[in-house]
């Protein structure tokens, strides 16, 4: 019965492996056209060099083949991926695309492949092996959506930027991604030869490419099943056609692209969206330690001791095109101190965060930030060393979990977990519910546990503001930045946060933050420092900067004269980081999602409160 | 947008389910019948009745890359089943069927026509299709007819495989010997599309000829088979200042590629492969078409009574010149019907001794017989361009 299916079959399983590949680097985010590319070279470089399947049996010839396709495909990833994984969208689909074309045609001028001809291959694939291989390969990926590791592919792709900030290591994520789509292109390749009996450097053309593309695409590239239900969709609708009777002809090619369009119309999150999802649970334990007490702080990281240096600035400042963002800042920050930046818009605020933060380089100076030089440092090396940042605009991985987001906060303060979870180690559950005791405890802390399953561009304004400062608390980090996290929030929310600021500074957390509401900054802080046009024209404690002539005049002003208008017309014009952060500053500029720039609301809008 | 979702959702779960139900209803009754029973019948050659239909079925590329040459030979099959119908007798069940020039359709078409018990199959259009799908019906014990696989190796494959399509190797020779007798060829420049299957092996037929005549070639030069200008190869051929070009090309290259070489003053002959041997260089290229020679396995101006009949039927029938593909086509069906009615048996077994069998059978590709390697053996024609229409080179 099912034998009489059999070929079908084979090729569902076929392009399954195929749609693998394209899912393998869209769940982080990449378009990428080259798996033909490696189909072919692993298809080729497989089928000529496995020996001879009289000599050592038709099953091993193929093992040896899968190992070498894959390899190569693996290989010719890396090769391919090193220079191109600095692009994004469609020029990396173009650059991985123009590669596809190039294997064509060297493959198509080489007389061991046979050329237009192709290369004959012996038949020995079997639908039961095709399935095998597809299990295999399904698994891999079903294992690695709840690892640590897939949680940072998936960060990858919802907030490059972010992702960053919570100590992913990008470019290696993405590379990998890439070598994994180019072994299973690899395989895939192999097994197709292996199946098609002929081979022939037009079978992995930019057609085959695209095809691959869209299965991955309608089957659904955010859930593992995808590809497997989008190459089921692909493969029925000629056979359906087919026993429906409906003539050959133009009409059935017709049909197909039509059915297309009605699934990525009506179901754009691609077949696998009709599939329940299990979101994971709130760990139900209500005798948890808060965060923040020494039991839960994983114990490999040191936090400087209360009054020790946490950052030390030197003459630091930041020149955009000739407009002095920030200039000369020197400022030291103690363990255990909050510290409110204050200044009217276009004061340097956020380019000062963003600079010790990793995000941006200094132009001059230098910056010691927890014993990391600021400026050569990669942005995840920073969060390595114990900065945790939240950003002036709400930059949450939008598609995930309130409580996903918060694991991947914890990605730093947790071990990787997805080579454990392939082998069901049970250390690897133990690792991730550790990861999830702790995000489940930032989001308590925070009072998001009841919000922990729903997606993060469902929350309210608010609420997403508290959730980027659970994420950051994930991280356990020695200092956190704070971009104006009270922005949006109303006076009971306002006054919420300023309580948990203090409770985690007790908790020997040092905190720097920016804020508008003048009056909480100086109801929380320890120390408040004073910014305008890039110079720090006061620092202080919150008494002395309230009585501070100079601070009264430059910006809180009195109660009939707000702040000046015309500064801050002008501020919000040479405000180099808010609204367009423009093409200087390649760190930061390069990793805004593209989509951002046009949305962004209108920078420091929010309402001053002088009191 | 939820009643949407899960109409759609319910949408495709019932058209999968349909299929599974309608495709398992084929496929059993089909099974059944694959039985010889009712595929034997009484009498020979013209007398012969069969009660059961028989069973063929056809592999076309009728859509995607090769789709011009799978429509001609839908168009040829299907007037010849419609003059078999005609004459009685036995009745034929044709079905034909789309590869969409994909490998993976090939095969799954060879394997469901296997499945339903078919007697034949025919085609598949394109020589790759043919090595990738024709093992399935080896097999399966399912004799296959090729009626455009020029490739060699193709009957190679095993004993149940057949073709009515003369190989490149067998035409392209007598294509060269003529034309170096006819214009004293001493140096060529050959150019061929690298990127095909059938014109990259027409190009190796044609160095081997050239190679066999002593004829020099002073240039090789490739294109892709998507390629539309070939001004600056042919200005780099101009510059050899050639005997001849001698072209491998399919007929979406040949028809720009002689206009353009016409109009850059190059006038002596082209030489093309089966890919010219087409109405539409004539009708396309006008003018710059003529004295383009053409080697080919079908003579388009026999005047043999078979093919004048083709040629005023398929005009009749469709508004235009048949080519090549058309006639092999017309004749692979023709032939299939004699070797039925020589044993007076349709089933697979049979039809296969019979087509091994079959000799110096007049069709419209003239007398035809297939060889010990199952190859056909028919005249092959050297043409020439002249005044609009192929004529006879001599």
Redesign the interface.
Known sequence: MLL?Y???LT?IA?GAIFAYSFYAVLIAGQLSLGQAGFAALGAFSGASLAPSGDDVGEVPALLIAIAIGMAVGALAAVVLGLPTMHLRGVFLAIATLGFAEAVRIVL??QSWTG????L?VP?VLTVGMAWTALAVVAYWFWRMARSRYGRALEAIREDELAARAMGIDVGRHRLTAFVTAGAVAGLYGVLFAY????I????FDFVAAVEGLVTAVVGGSTMFLGPLLGSG?Q??I???Q???GIE???I??FLASFLLL??IL??PGG?A??LPRRRIRMPASPGRPAVGDPGTRPTDRRHPDPGETVAALTGLGKEYGGVHAVRDVDLELRSGEVVGLIGPNGAGKTTLVNMISGLVPPSSGSATVLGTTVGRTPVHKMAAAGVSRTFQHSKLFNRLSALDNVLVGAHLVSRPTFLRRLLWLPSARRDEQAALERAAGCLERVGLAELAGTRASALSYGDQRRLEIARALASDPSLLILDEPAAGMNHVEASGLSTLITSLAEDGLTILFIEHNVGMVLQTCTRVVVLNFGQVIASGSPQEIAADPVVIEAYLGTSDDEADPGSIAEGTAADPTAGSAGGTSAGAATNVHPSAAGTLPPPDTTPRNAT | MRA??ST??AA?AA??V??SC??GD??GGGGGQAASGDLAGEGTGESCTIEGEVPIGAV?S??GAAASYGESQQRGLELAAAQLAEQGGVTYDLT???D?TD???G??LF??FV?DGVSLIIGPTL??AA??SD?IAQEAGVPVLGISNT?AGITDIGDYVFRNSLTEQAVIPQTIAKATEEFGLQNVVVMYS????F???GYEAFAAALEAEGVEVSETLTFSKSDTDFRALLTQAQASDPDALVVSGLIEAAIPLVTQARELGIDVPIIGGNGFNNPRLMADAGEAAEGVVVGAAWNSSSDNPENTAFLADFEAEYGAQPDQFAAQAYAGLMLVDEAVRSGCAADPESLKEALGDIEDVPTVLGEFSIDENRDAVHPAVVQVVQDGAFTVLE
């Open positions: 009489q059999a070929t079908p090729f076929l198509l001028n050329g237009a001809q192709g004959a038949r199946y098609v009996r002929l022939a450097p037009g079978d969709f493969t029925m000629p056979e359906i087919r026993a429906v050959a002809g133009w059935r090619p009605v699934v009506f179901l077949l969206s009709l | 949407k979702l759609v959702a495709t058209a999968f349909l299929a309608s495709s084929g496929d076309l009728l859509t034909i069927e789309d969409q490998p993976r359709q095969i799954t394997d469901q499945t020589s790759n090595v990738q093992p490739a690298n990127d095909d299957a014109t990259e092996s």
